[in-house]
Each structure stands twice: as C-alpha cells, then as structure tokens.
C-alpha cells in the first residue's frame, strides 16, 4: 500500500510531522523519517524544536522556491519608536510581550519606514520563518492577481469551471467567491483535537499519484448548507483555491507568486514553498519567508496592490477582500482569506502566533514570527491585538508631539 510522505503530512493545516526518537533531550527534527513508521503531531514539538524547525522547513521537506529580486526594495530607517526604546514607557511591555508570546522576529513598518525590528530564538534577518496560515492571504491574492490578469473570469464563476475533477461533487454550483469565503457549504470538520477529524483524515490518508490530494479528498465531502449561507473554516477550500490558480495561469503558484509580486515589488530573499506529492503548492500553508519580505508583503496590500504605478490586483478588490465577506460569530468576520477587525484594520494569521497587520488609517504594518506552545491560543491571539493597538498608541503620541 502506498504510504504518506512526511511532506504531503505537513502541508495545509501541518498538521502531522515526523519527529525523531527521541534518543536525547537535544533530540531536534533534522533525522526525520515517514510519518508511517514515526508519526507524531506537530502540536507536540517544544519549543527547541519548532525553533529549529520553523526556520527551515526547507531543509525538511520538499519545497519549491519563490524567486526573489536581483535588487531589494528598500526599507528605510524611521525614527525609533520611542516609547519602545530602552527607558522608554512601554520598554518592559515590550520585553515581557516579546518573552511570553515565544517571538522570534516582531518588525513595524510605518510609513513604508523601519521603526521597530527585534528577532529572538535564533532568528535572524537571513533567515526564514514558516508562514501556517499567513499563506491564505497571499494564496487570496494570487486569486485576484489571476482575475486581473484574465485567467480567471470572475469571483462568480464556478470554481468546477477551473478545477474539472470536482465536477458532479459537493462543489458543484459553488462560486469562487464562495471559497474564497469559505461558505461553500461542503462539510468538513476541521478539530487537529480529533484523530477521526476530517482534517486528519485528510492528511493522513494515502495520497493519489494523479490527482491533488485535496481535491482527491474534498470531492467526496457531503454538502452540509447552500452555498453562501454557512461559514466553517476549512484550509483545504485555501488549497483548492491554490489548486485553481495553478490551472488557470498554467503556473505553479511559486512561479506565479514570483512573477507577479516577489521579483517585482523587491523582496530580499528567495522564498519556498512546501509541495505535495505531485509537487503542488498548498495554497493555506507553509510558505517560508524572512521577516522583512513578510512586511515588505504588507507594505504591498497596504499600498494597494500596485508595484510602479501598475495595479497587480483589480479595481476594489482589496476593499472587498479584506472586508467582512461572511459572518463567523466573531466581530469582524471574514474576509477572502484575510481577519478583519471591524475597525479598517486587518490581519492574515497563521497558527503558532504568526501574524501580519495592517492598518491602513496610520500607514501602518506589524509584522510577528513566533512559536507559541500550542496552535491555537486565544489569549495569546488576543495579546497580540493588545499589543498591536499599543504600537498604535504609540505612534499617535508621536505624531501628536510633533505637531507641537
């Protein structure tokens, strides 16, 4: 019987890794074997471990590579934030902030200025950092980098008009929109708690040898709703919209990402991207990026989506996506692929802490590398968002000081 690799375990929601035995208390994910024979979840590395292994992942798993710039966009030094600064009023927040949310790199961008970068946990300016679900956002983004570009016709065509293998499933009749808003009203139980989730199903099941995993898996889902009445978060509808992509521009998504965003907005480091059996691209996860192109990426939405003068993005998608586009019960809703905050700021979000913000309204970008203990902490994901109205704050003081 064909078996799962370690890779095709990671992708998508990471939720199964293979550890090594653990033959010491050093022991570190670098001798992994098939998750067949050695299966554990990622849930369970301590935190050596995922700061050893959330830094290169590349160096664990297959993985594409998304070209960067021959020359790098800049980010020019601003004043330093001082409330931040060593004696400044919220230096000792900064420092427990920095401590208690296990961060490896925190970057604040302000008016395309640097004002505030620290890394933590062997992280480093050279290196990268794993994205989880950060990913959707810019996998959201290559979907409307795809409509302008005429590849896809619009967000209410059929998503089995791009992806034929779904055809006479669950996902007839639903919309691009609708995936990308996840209502699309297939049912999928997404609970990492749960070994006979549909998620572990999914990435513990054998994969094909002719077919994306995820569509292999989604197309035999029942339909729980109409599409576009319910919401329920499921990143394989983000690794469908990968899967979309892809046929539509003829491209992998690494290559694509490249050619419209990577290489021309400048970033500085090659990213990579874990791929699957077949050597697809998971559009919801494990992107591999530096700190500062992850800013650089906010930067980018922040500006609009336009690289020299030239929209990479159709007229209002970024009002649209970023948005809330379906009501989950939390304030803000959801967007395509993106958090917001129902006050014009928003966020893309990744488990274990990872985050990008931005706030439109102050020019402002935050920028989090980081390995909590667990996947899903609210009260840690709401630090953040203290946190980040703290930098908020901050900045207001400053502007308000200079105008007098």
């Given at each position: 019987m064909k078996q799962r690799t370690p890779v095709a375990a990671m992708l998508a929601a990471c939720v199964l890794l293979a550890l090594p035995a653990?033959?010491?208390?050093?022991?570190?994910?670098?001798?992994?074997?098939?998750?067949?024979?050695?299966?554990?979840?990622?849930?369970?590395?301590?935190?050596?471990q995922k700061r050893d292994g959330f830094r290169r992942m590349e160096a664990l798993f297959p993985a594409s590579t998304v070209a960067a710039a021959s020359t790098p966009r800049a980010l020019p030094a601003g004043p330093p934030l001082a409330a931040f600064e060593p004696g400044g009023s919220l230096a000792a927040e900064l420092e427990a902030f920095l401590?208690?949310?296990?961060?490896?790199?925190?970057?604040?961008?302000?008016?395309?200025?640097?004002?505030?970068?620290?890394?933590?946990?062997?992280?480093?300016?050279?290196?990268?950092?794993?994205?989880?679900?950060?990913?959707?956002?810019?996998?959201?983004?290559?979907?409307?980098?795809?409509?302008r570009d005429g590849y896809i016709g619009s967000l209410d065509d059929d998503v089995t008009d791009y992806i034929e293998t779904l055809q006479g499933s669950a996902y007839d009749g639903v919309t691009v929109r609708q995936l990308?808003?996840?209502?699309?009203?297939?049912?999928?139980?997404?609970?990492?708690?749960?070994?006979?989730?549909?998620?572990?199903?999914?990435?513990?099941?054998?994969?094909?040898?002719?077919?994306?995993?995820?569509?292999?898996?989604?197309?035999?889902?029942?339909?729980?709703?109409?599409?576009?009445?319910?919401?329920?978060?499921?990143?394989?509808?983000?690794?469908?919209a990968g899967v979309l992509v892809m046929n539509a521009t003829g491209r992998s998504l690494s290559a694509y990402l490249?050619?419209?965003?990577?290489?021309?907005?400048?970033?500085?480091?090659?990213?990579?991207?874990?791929?699957?059996?077949?050597?697809?691209?998971q559009g919801g996860c494990?992107?591999?990026?530096?700190?500062?192109?992850?800013?650089?990426?906010?930067?980018?939405i922040l500006e609009g989506g336009v690289i020299d003068g030239e929209p990479v993005l159709p007229e209002g998608w970024l009002e649209l996506a970023t948005s809330s586009q379906a009501d989950t019960g939390f304030p803000g809703g959801y967007g395509f692929q993106w958090w917001p905050l129902g006050d014009g700021t928003f966020q893309a979000r990744g488990i274990f802490g990872?985050?990008?913000?931005?706030?439109?309204?102050?020019?402002?970008?935050?920028?989090?590398?980081?390995?909590?203990?667990?996947?899903?902490?609210?009260?840690?994901?709401?630090?953040?968002?203290?946190?980040?109205?703290?930098?908020?704050?901050?900045?207001?003081?400053d502007a308000e000081r200079q105008t007098h």
């Open positions: 653990a033959a010491d208390d050093a022991a570190m994910p670098g001798t992994l074997e098939p998750v067949s024979t050695r299966g554990t979840a990622v849930f369970n590395w301590d935190l050596e401590a208690q949310q296990h961060v490896a790199g925190l970057l604040v961008l302000h008016g395309g200025k640097l004002r505030l970068e620290r890394y933590a946990l062997g992280h480093s300016p050279a290196d990268r950092w794993t994205s989880f679900s950060v990913a959707k956002s810019i996998t959201s983004t290559l979907v409307g980098a795809a409509i990308m808003t996840m209502t699309s009203g297939v049912a999928f139980d997404e609970d990492y708690s749960d070994p006979e989730s549909d998620i572990m199903k999914l990435y513990g099941a054998p994969p094909p040898s002719d077919m994306d995993a995820t569509v292999a898996f989604m197309r035999d889902m029942e339909r729980e709703a109409e599409p576009g009445t319910l919401w329920r978060y499921k990143t394989p509808e983000t690794n469908l490249a050619e419209e965003i990577w290489r021309p907005y400048g970033m500085e480091l090659d990213a990579t991207w874990l791929i699957d059996d077949i050597g697809n691209e494990c992107l591999q990026v530096g700190l500062r192109d992850y800013a650089r990426f906010g930067q980018f990872q985050l990008i913000h931005i706030d439109p309204a102050r020019e402002l970008v935050v920028v989090i590398s980081a390995a909590w203990p667990e996947a899903n902490e609210q009260e840690r994901r709401m630090a953040q968002i203290r946190f980040v109205g703290q930098i908020a704050a901050a900045i207001d003081a």
